[in-house]
């Protein structure tokens, strides 16, 4: 099956940085690539889609200025959390689209704000 | 009312239970509907597409109602490796797609 990355797996960081997260996908293109957000015992939120070469699209509440994604390639894209706070403690996963009915998902990246 | 809601679960049910999981949908026009499976501190796997007409992978059957907006899934001969959150997920025109809340299943021996 199509395999999709993301990097760093974890990461802790201070509260005010900024972190960055990698999502590629490595067998296959995808003009479409998705980012989620899952806080505990709740489910994948959607928070934005983002297709190669042109801005992404956020979801109603998600703030663009603090969510960056820049899907620069067709094989990656990345999300950045720009000045991180403890409330943006979650699991943060990506998914990419090889054909229309199927998404892959990465592995996720856990971030924690301290 | 939120766009996919599934059963509050947990179920407890020992092995070789037969299990049912529903779901509804509160956008009609969704194209597209899909079980996934999710792990503990892991990312979603899709288990399996629903169909109109229903289908069957083994132990597990998945009917959709498109009148009703509802989904099931149906898991026969419970193993304790089917332990996991399923998901209830639909698709709608711009490929974005809805999860449910999950509901998370416990196979015990």
């Known amino acids: 099956g199509a395999v999709v990355s993301q990097h760093p797996s974890w990461v802790i960081c201070k509260s005010g940085t900024s972190v960055k997260i990698e999502c590629r996908s490595l067998d296959f293109q995808a003009t479409t690539m998705f980012w989620y957000r899952q806080f505990p015992k709740q489910s994948l939120m959607l928070m934005a889609t983002?297709?190669?070469?042109?801005?992404?699209?956020?979801e109603q509440g998600v703030e663009k200025d603090k969510f960056l994604i820049n899907h620069a390639s067709l094989t990656l894209s990345t999300l950045t959390v720009t000045s991180a706070h403890p409330e943006d403690s979650s699991f943060y996963i990506c998914s990419a689209t090889r054909d229309p009915d199927t998404q892959y998902f990465g592995p996720g990246t856990r971030l924690t704000v301290l | 009312r939120k766009e996919v809601e599934q059963d509050p679960g947990p179920f407890n049910v020992p092995e070789g239970a037969t299990v049912a999981f529903n779901c509804t949908y509160s956008n009609s026009a969704s194209q597209s509907f899909f079980w996934y499976r999710q792990d503990c501190r892991k990312e979603p796997k899709l288990l399996m597409s629903?169909?109109?007409s229903g289908n069957e992978d083994g132990r597990f059957t998945a009917q959709l109602n498109r009148a009703s907006q509802y989904i099931s899934l149906l898991i026969r001969d419970s193993k304790l490796s089917d332990s996991a959150t399923y998901l209830c997920?639909?698709?709608?025109?711009?490929?974005?797609?809805?999860f449910g809340a999950g509901t998370r299943l416990t196979v015990k021996p």
């Open positions: 983002s297709n190669e070469g042109s801005k992404a699209t956020y």
């Open positions: 629903v169909y109109s």
């Open positions: 997920v639909v698709k709608g025109n711009n490929n974005d797609m809805r």
